[in-house]
């Protein structure tokens, strides 16, 4: 496919062609939404279907307990993965998304909930032994801090390290790690100029 | 270790040590009867002991600092990230196919597998049908590349318990799965072998001639390596009731793949989550009651047998046709996201896809296996010993490439 891009108009373009746009649809009414609905009322912001995933957005606070239940109640035993999405200019900034998988129903469902820079989000460890290193994972590359998280430390990255990587505003290249190479040419404390041209963000 | 005494031969050796034991006493009446035990002797109970990242055992660049009290471990920190190379940072930066290559750096012995999932996210998100020729290829690359992985998995394991004969077995049929690959699409290792949509190559001229022979091949090699390891004794001790973890725990601590089904949860996304054609394929998912180190050995040699019969099958079914759906020039996905995964050899491979209409994806997060599986390495090595902790990074099958990305 790359080649092909670099290359646009060089051949007759392929027939019958996109695919149908697919448009993700209202999921309020899915029991799993409503079993969590019944059981907290307020954690509940919005939920929709998309390719066969449901998704549920929860308010932050209750994160944990919509957790809990989830595992409890509706048997999603098995943590996949949680990690964050960075948006940028939206509020809150930070999105949190949590893959929770059930044996029982060989399903998976895709909680969210939203936190602003700074805010503390409430750990799942206590709930899914497995979520411990992903939470370390989000916190070392986003900077999302958990309460209650048994060991809240970086993973990928070192003690120390200044920055966090996945955030939209971390500059591609690197930043100032304590390394100053070439003085001369790269300004106090290493990493490119503010105002070097390279200096490129992910869009 | 078990300390029941495997056999007869096994407990004659017992008594000849004893009376070994018993004779050189008798020789040296001199002697201190017994040694104080080296703890009380230096006045030290516990201590820290650094192991890796530069060790042979721990396959890669794994760093674990141990608490141990003489060879007994009492508590394992394992400290990752030595090979972080910010792949996930990487993918938002470049187009979705630009995507494809890096992923080849995950699993870096699995490549195949590691492209699968990525196309297969790609593909959920755009809604793209995979022509069928397209898709048994693709399987067959898969379960190539899973016997791959099981290879260099028992060749290493078994080097790194003093079981030095299997490598050279294992690596030699290995080193014909690399040539195949390398007549498909040129590269061993880091195979870049699927595009969104589909393949990039048609196969070549006689390709299914040789691996149809390299299977029918496989069991009586496959047989080889059992001969060596399965009732071999010193493997039995070193492996046999290691690192036991029961099915609740193991998904409690999200444990996926051959780890899961040797302690007897019967769940491969090959049969729960079919992909491609997995369905309407015949296999038997392997699985083992015991959970121990022994078990995860057996049934991944299972899986290379299953493996072999998909790939057979496959084989069977292929007819010419398309290798490419229709798929549009410039990939811009609706702003949507989807989580897709595979069974790849060591666990659910999954990748979730975050687009916001353009043609580079906004976020895409890889949910290693690896990652996941080595977390609960402090679990299994508890009470071990040192020597047992290095059976037990081996057995869950981890590469540093996945783990750090």
């Given at each position: 496919m790359a080649e092909e891009e670099q290359t646009p108009g060089a051949e007759k373009p392929r027939e019958a062609a996109r695919p149908v746009k697919r448009e993700a649809t209202d999921a309020s009414g899915h029991p799993w939404v409503r079993s969590i609905r019944a059981a907290m009322p307020d954690a509940v912001v919005s939920a929709k279907e998309f390719a066969g995933e449901v998704t549920v957005v929860v308010a932050r606070e209750s994160i944990a307990r919509v957790a809990r239940h989830l595992k409890d109640a509706e048997d999603f035993k098995y943590c996949v993965d949680v990690t964050a999405v960075d948006w940028k200019t939206r509020e809150p900034r930070f999105e949190l998304v949590y893959h929770l998988y059930s044996f029982s129903k060989n399903d998976r469902i895709r909680v969210k909930c939203g936190a602003a820079d700074g805010e503390e989000v409430p750990s799942i460890a206590g709930v899914y032994l497995a979520a411990n290193w992903c939470e370390r994972e989000t916190y070392d590359m986003f900077g999302i801090r958990f309460s209650g998280h048994p060991d809240l430390r970086r993973i990928l990255t070192w003690d120390g390290f200044n920055g966090y990587p996945l955030r939209k505003d971390f500059p591609l290249e690197g930043i100032d790690t304590g390394a100053a190479i070439y003085p001369e040419e790269w300004p106090e404390g290493g990493g490119p100029p503010k105002n070097d041209p390279n200096r490129r963000f992910v869009p | 270790m078990s300390d029941e005494p495997i056999s007869q031969a096994e407990k004659d050796e017992a008594v000849y040590f004893a009376e070994r034991a018993k004779a050189q006493g008798a020789a040296s009446?001199?002697?201190?009867p017994e040694a104080p035990a080296a703890h009380t002797l230096f006045d030290v109970q516990e201590m820290e002991l650094n192991f890796g990242p530069q060790h042979p055992s721990t396959h890669g660049v794994l760093r674990l600092v141990l608490k141990v009290d003489g060879e007994k471990i009492l508590e394992v920190k394992p400290d990752v990230g030595y090979l972080h190379r910010g792949t996930e940072k990487l993918f938002e930066t470049e187009t979705y196919p630009m995507g494809i290559p890096h992923t080849d750096r995950l699993d870096y012995i699995a490549a195949a597998t590691n492209n699968h999932a990525f196309c297969l996210a790609v593909e959920k998100l755009l809604g793209v049908e995979i022509p069928r020729r397209a898709q048994l290829i693709r399987v067959i690359l898969d379960e190539l590349q899973r016997i791959s992985s099981h290879l260099v998995w028992l060749g290493t394991s078994g080097i790194d318990l003093g079981a030095v004969t299997p490598f050279w077995y294992a690596f030699r049929e290995r080193e014909q799965i690399l040539d195949f690959f390398e007549e498909y699409c040129g590269a061993r290792l880091t195979l870049h072998c699927m595009r969104i949509g589909g393949l990039p190559f048609d196969l070549t001229p006689g390709w299914t001639d040789r691996v149809s022979e390299f299977i029918s091949d496989l069991p009586a090699r496959i047989d080889d390596y059992e001969q060596l390891l399965t009732d071999n004794r010193i493997w039995k001790r070193r492996t046999v009731g290691v690192g036991v973890i029961s099915g609740e725990e193991c998904i409690e601590w999200g444990l996926t793949g051959p780890v899961l089904r040797a302690s007897g949860v019967e769940w491969d996304l090959r049969r729960a989550k079919p992909y491609e054609c997995y369905e309407e394929l015949d296999f038997v998912v392997p699985t083992r009651q015991g959970g121990d180190t022994y078990d995860r050995y057996i049934v991944r040699v299972q899986e290379m047998r299953q493996s072999a019969r998909i790939v057979r099958q496959c084989l069977d079914r292929l007819e010419p046709g398309e290798i490419r759906g229709k798929v549009p020039r410039v990939i811009k996905p609706v702003a949507e996201e989807v989580y897709a995964s595979i069974e790849a050899p060591k666990g659910e491979l999954g990748f979730y896809c975050v687009s916001n209409g353009t043609n580079k994806p906004y976020r895409m997060h890889v949910r290693p296996p690896s990652f996941i599986n080595l977390q609960a390495l402090p679990r299994l090595a508890k009470g071990h010993l040192v020597s047992d902790l290095v059976a037990l990074i081996g057995t869950i099958d981890i590469v540093l490439g996945e783990v750090d990305r």
């Open positions: - | 009446p001199g002697a201190a």
